[in-house]
């Protein structure tokens, strides 16, 4: 018997809510459709994806091995049978045909398929029914016997020159599953136990209920904290922001404290040390250097740790000049910098009542805090 897996993942998945298909959401930090080709684990993965979505599937696949990767039709079956052809070349005997959206496929249910296919054609995974059933419309109609009726999902399993039989030989309308297609072709489809976390993620709220079975986001708070002196001739920069004044800050880069204490506040939050040791003061190469470019540094080593940026919260302290003119631009050049919506990006000034350093206009300081989102797995 030799066993290929065909993934459905051609679908666009508007009802997940979100602007990505829901094959290519994240589920606990990983794509759906990586979740569902690392579930059969070792098996040879066939996909078969929408137009246009090829991108999509590569960047989710973040260089996973797939056998192939077909271009589906209008319609579920069209893509089924694109894909099938594309097992078929391969050389296989028998075909999984899964549906990208059950991505927590556990390895007991595939074991349980492929032991009832040596004697069978056809296998689906099944449970019961467990809620009341009854015809519904506007007021509630005649209870349904659910003896004897299960709910059916997916893997189903076949040979696979049956199920090719079976859907060149349908006329019917567009069937739910393949399962119906290889009855109405007179296969008989055994049943095995099917499980609860293979439901189909439908909704936005099944992409929470399947992320917490798999672990869960904990929260990581971490501030930042810097200081410039000001000086005449130097250009004052803050937040990402060029503001005139009559003395600029000078130091490290363009000496924008703002974006230094921010990139301070998000290296904490994966403990990765501080600006200084990312970015020397005594490298020449980063004197007079965009601070930006520190901040998307900083945000990439998250991103590279599955964090999730939140929210940052930047305060200024200095008697001069005004923060609060600038304050929307500094926001917005720090929400880009981020990838983040402006509305997770505050920007806040005090003054030390002409007290201090800050307060004799010898500096600006600043504090920030960022709030980060780490994806752990549950033990
Ligand atoms: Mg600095």
């Known amino acids: 018997m030799q066993v290929a897996a065909l993934i459905v993942a051609a679908g666009k998945g ?3 809510g979100g602007d990505v298909p829901k094959q290519f959401a994240p589920l606990g930090g990983l794509p759906v459709i990586a979740r569902a080709v690392d579930a059969f684990g070792g098996l040879p ?3 078969v994806i929408g137009a246009g979505q090829e991108a999509a599937l590569a960047d989710a696949l973040a260089g996973r091995a797939v056998a192939s990767v077909t271009i589906g039709g209008a319609e579920r079956r069209d893509s089924v049978r694109a894909g099938l052809a594309a097992v078929a070349a391969s050389g296989a ?3 999984l045909i899964h549906d990208a959206a059950r991505p927590l496929l556990p390895r007991a249910v595939i074991d349980r398929l492929l032991a009832v296919l040596e004697a069978s054609e056809g296998a689906v995974p099944v449970l019961p029914v467990v809620d009341t059933l009854a015809n519904g419309g506007t007021t509630l109609g005649e209870t349904v ?3 004897g009726l299960c709910r059916i999902q997916t893997p189903q399993a076949f040979r696979l020159d049956a199920i090719i039989a079976a859907h060149d030989a349908w006329t019917g309308d567009t069937p739910t599953d393949d399962a119906q297609v290889a009855r109405a072709h007179g296969i008989d489809v055994a049943l095995v136990t099917g499980d609860p976390t293979l439901d189909k993620l439908t909704h936005a709220a099944d992409f929470a209920r399947a992320e917490a079975t798999l672990g869960r986001w904990q929260t990581r708070t971490a501030t930042g904290f810097d200081v410039h002196r000001l000086e ?3 250009s004052l920069w803050l937040g990402g922001v060029e503001i005139a004044h009559t003395h600029g800050l000078s130091g490290h880069s363009d000496a924008d404290v703002a974006l230094h204490a921010l ?7 994966i403990a990765a040390g501080d600006i200084g040791s990312h970015f020397p003061p005594s490298d020449p190469q980063w004197r007079g250097a965009r601070s930006g470019q520190f901040v998307e540094h900083a945000a990439h080593l998250i991103a590279a740790h599955r964090g999730k940026i939140v929210h940052v919260d930047v305060t200024l302290i200095c008697e001069a000049p005004k923060i609060g003119p600038h304050r929307d631009a500094m926001r917005e050049r720090i929400a880009a910098l981020l990838g983040l919506d402006i509305a997770r990006v505050s920007v806040k000034a005090t003054t030390t009542e002409r007290l ?6 010898e500096g600006i300081g600043c504090q920030a805090a960022a709030t980060v989102e780490f994806w752990e797995w549950r033990q």
């Open 14 to 16: 508007e009802r997940a």
């Open 45 to 47: 993965v066939h996909i």
């Open 93 to 95: 005997t028998h075909v």
């Open 145 to 147: 016997d659910r003896n």
């Open 232 to 234: 005449h001739g130097e």
């Open 263 to 269: 990139t301070d506040a998000l290296l904490g939050t």
């Open 356 to 361: 201090g350093f800050t307060g004799r206009g």
